[in-house]
């Protein structure tokens, strides 16, 4: 395929390969925030090509696996009012609640459908009037305006059976928790790339600015990704701290101004809580009072009371602070078919593309 | 969740275009990336184009690579 193919030649990588060795003195740890990039990382074996002193760690950049038990429970609780129908990316099917999940609620009978574009759930609201249909509004900045167009359409349809359960997630703020942290050494970030194609580079600048570390946007395929770090391991032996674009095909510095509107048009900042995280100042969103009417968080629903697994270090994993080969449930009783925290659930979470590659 | 895949938009109407996604048709909304022509690629992500693909850029990072590729 076009603009995929021809990033991943092989004489080409060789080369990146030997000018990062050439160029690497100082030893670096970098988070590859992404959870699509730590997949190709783990499929193309870059970890076990780079030299010893560039260590590459795995961040929370997967929005299903930050998503917050409380957050799984309430969509359960949902499912189970017999008016309505839950509509969700596939991804969520399978994530652990407190004591179910929403593939157990569908094997129960429970109305849950999965779709692939938020624009499907106006379809479903529009054939079933009777009922109330909620879209778990699940993702980062690159699915939010998505969403947002979704919930624009809806009110311009006067679609009045459509509610969303907003657990949407802004990527920037959750770096600043982890720069703040005493417990995880940041060198510098390999920034997403496809989250920075609608914010582009200004929401990053802090990065630099203000922690002096490096970070370099960064496309998916293997060229991208070593030339990403080729870039990183540039500004540190150069010793200086910048955002940069490796991604310059679909990045800009401005982002995507309309997406950036849509959202704009929707939903205003909000503190949110993060699987291992906790609650970050601003990494989230609440509905304006235009569109107030469609979060589903005005529903009156009596959940269960929150409770996780006290082995599952799903949380620490998500911070980079812990790899799942630490983890005691790793592949003992954590796996794919049976996994115990999301980590394990999303084909982006780091314990699945530990369990697939290693 | 993030992925995003390149396809070619080959008809529009209005905001919704036809993309070839590696020889298979896709319905994609045009509703966040409105200024795009047939012929162009974009980056689709959950059925909706994102971005506009850069192919001058998408050349000159190769063509900068395989420079560097060489010169080692």
């Known amino acids: 395929m076009k603009f995929i193919d021809e990033f991943r030649d092989k004489d080409i990588a060789e080369g990146l390969i030997q000018r990062i060795q050439k160029t690497s003195t100082h030893p670096i740890q970098l988070m590859e925030v992404c959870g699509t990039h730590t997949v190709s990382i783990f499929r193309y074996g870059i970890r076990a090509i ?13 929005p299903v696996c930050v998503t917050p038990n409380a957050d799984i429970d309430l969509a359960i609780a949902l499912s189970r009012q017999k008016d309505v129908i839950i509509v969700t990316f596939g991804d969520m099917m399978r994530v652990p609640g407190s004591t179910s999940s929403l593939q157990k609620e569908k094997a129960e009978g429970r109305d849950i459908r999965i779709i692939y574009s938020s624009l499907e759930a ?17 993702g980062f900045e690159t699915t939010s305006p998505t969403i947002s167009v ?26 600043t928790a982890l720069l703040q942290s005493k417990q995880v050494k940041i060198d510098g970030f390999i920034l997403p790339g496809h989250v920075s194609t609608i914010i582009g580079t200004k929401p990053y600048q802090f990065i630099a600015k203000e922690y002096g570390r490096p970070a370099v946007i960064t496309g998916f395929e293997p060229l991208d990704i070593l030339q990403g770090i080729w870039m990183l391991v540039q500004q540190t032996e150069e010793n200086r701290a910048s955002i940069e674009i490796q991604y310059r095909r679909v990045v ?6 309309i997406a950036l509107r849509k959202i704009d048009e929707v939903f205003e900042k909000d503190d ?3 699987r291992g995280l906790g609650r970050i100042p601003d990494s989230g969103y609440r509905f304006k009072e235009s569109h107030k009417q469609m979060d ?15 082995e599952c270090l799903c949380g620490e994993v998500l911070q980079g602070i812990k790899s ?17 925290g999301p980590c394990m659930v999303s084909i982006e979470g780091t314990c699945h593309t530990y369990y697939k590659f290693s | 969740m993030c992925l995003g895949i390149p396809g070619r938009v080959v008809e529009i109407e209005k905001n919704v275009a036809k993309a070839d996604v590696g020889g298979f048709l896709r319905d ?13 690629y974009v980056l689709i992500h959950t059925g909706f184009a994102i971005q506009k693909v850069d192919e001058k850029e998408a050349e000159e990072t190769l063509e900068l690579l395989k420079k560097m590729a060489e010169a080692i």
């Open chain 1, 50 to 62: 780079l030299p010893e002193q560039i260590r590459l760690i795995s961040g929370p950049g997967c």
């Open chain 1, 122 to 138: 106006l379809k479903i609201a529009n054939e079933h009037s009777e009922k109330r249909v909620v879209f778990l509004a699940i």
């Open chain 1, 150 to 175: 979704a919930i624009l359409r809806a009110k311009e349809e006067k679609l009045r059976n459509l509610f969303f359960l907003d657990s949407q997630k802004r990527v920037p703020p959750a770096l």
């Open chain 1, 252 to 257: 800009h510095d401005e982002g995507n101004p």
């Open chain 1, 272 to 274: 949110s809580y993060w």
């Open chain 1, 296 to 310: 589903v968080r005005n529903f009156n629903v009596e959940v269960e009371p929150t409770k996780e697994h006290p």
């Open chain 1, 324 to 340: 799942p080969l630490e983890c005691g449930l790793f592949k003992k009783v954590c796996h794919p078919e049976n996994p115990v």
């Open chain 2, 28 to 40: 994609i909304s045009l509703d966040l990336c409105p200024d795009v022509s047939i012929g162009e």
